[in-house]
Nanobody, 119 residues
């Protein structure tokens, strides 16, 4: 059974940093492009960052460019999101997502981890 487990969320002050982790199991991780999404209260889920399965090509939402960095380790079946200079508007539940690179219809989601940026 495909499973994605996020960790690393928490409460941080504005300007602070957090690193989110996602551990994958039950599927061939290296066949999947990996994504981080987030959903704030009352808002739709949005893509924050992505990294391709091979080559590690990355893509970011404009508002996080230069502050967030996504990385993956295909040997450890993990993907991380380093978040720096956090702002209150980054507060959301962050979700890890895997999509089969050859066919995005096949997609798996984690249950999410809360990130709260507040003084």
């Amino acid at each position: 059974e495909a499973q994605l487990v996020e960790s690393g969320g928490g409460l941080v002050q504005p300007g602070g940093s957090l690193t989110l982790y996602c551990e994958a199991s039950g599927f061939t991780f290296s066949n999947c492009d990996m994504f981080w999404y987030r959903q704030a209260p009352g808002k739709e889920r949005e893509m924050v960052a992505s990294i391709s399965n091979i080559g590690g090509r990355t893509n970011y939402k404009d508002s996080v460019k230069g502050r967030f960095a996504i990385s993956r380790d295909n040997a450890q079946n993990t993907v991380s999101l380093q978040m720096n200079t956090l702002k209150p508007e980054d507060t959301a539940v962050y979700y890890c997502n895997a999509k089969l690179a050859r066919n995005y219809r096949y997609s798996f989601w984690g249950s999410g981890t809360q990130v709260t940026v507040s003084s």
